[in-house]
């Protein structure tokens, strides 16, 4: 499966916006998991043993992996021809992305950390591909939802604000940080989460992040 941007930037935006949810509530995404469930036992008087848990795991991550590292290799050849180049770099690094994402939504603890190592290496390109094209809506949000799941928290933090600077009609991105506000502790920092999801509610013509930052408000709203 290709990742084609020009095709299908309404789900990539919206798989970034779910993932940045679940890093800050500190729960994997789940929503792909209902696709995995043939490879579940369903005959509760049978139950999986652990080994066949760790065998379908096993199965499932390997598939995921064919499934990336062939269409990643292809990018990588491109971008290795055109190091300078804005799309070779946005395409590898949202490839990387979108494999990391892939394997989140197994909610296997070893995917998990496969998961993270993905993160880790579509930062660099990602950061290549926004330093020419910062206006670039997948790629800007892209590259936050990397470092964030990299482990670079507080780059995410920094270069999620720069974004609603460079691209502040776009309401993922107001949401991206409104998402990484609510796990940080900053002074103000709830205050601003809260305004960050008011900004993506109100900017978001498409209806799909509405519901989302009228729940993160009313969770932040009610808290202590």
């Known amino acids: 499966m290709a990742v084609d941007k020009k095709n299908s930037p309404t789900w990539y935006k919206v798989v970034v916006w779910i993932v940045l949810v679940a890093f800050v509530l500190g729960f994997v995404v789940v929503g792909a998991l209902e696709a995995f469930k043939m490879f579940t036992n369903k005959d509760t008087s049978a139950p999986i043993t652990t080994s066949s848990q760790e065998k379908t795991a096993a199965a499932q991550i390997a598939a995921i992996n064919t499934q990336f590292q062939a269409q990643v290799a292809t990018k990588k050849a491109a971008q290795k021809a055109k190091p300078n180049d804005f799309t070779a770099n946005s395409e590898l690094g949202l490839a990387y992305s979108l494999w990391a994402q892939t394997l989140q939504a197994t909610g296997d603890t070893q995917a998990l950390g496969e998961a993270t190592a993905r993160f ?105």
């Open 120 to 224: 880790t290496d579509a930062v660099p390109f990602l950061k290549i591909a926004y330093g020419i094209k910062p206006t670039d809506a997948d790629t800007a949000n892209g590259y936050v939802l990397a470092l964030a799941y990299s482990g670079n928290v507080t780059q995410a933090l920094t270069v999620a604000r720069e974004v609603t600077t460079k691209i502040p009609a776009d309401a993922n991105a107001w949401f991206n940080l409104g998402s990484l506000l609510a796990g940080s502790n900053e002074a103000n920092a709830k205050k601003d989460a809260i305004a960050a999801f008011r900004t993506a509610k109100e900017l978001d013509s498409s209806g799909t992040l509405k519901a989302q930052a009228q729940q993160q408000i009313d969770t932040l709203s009610s808290a202590p």
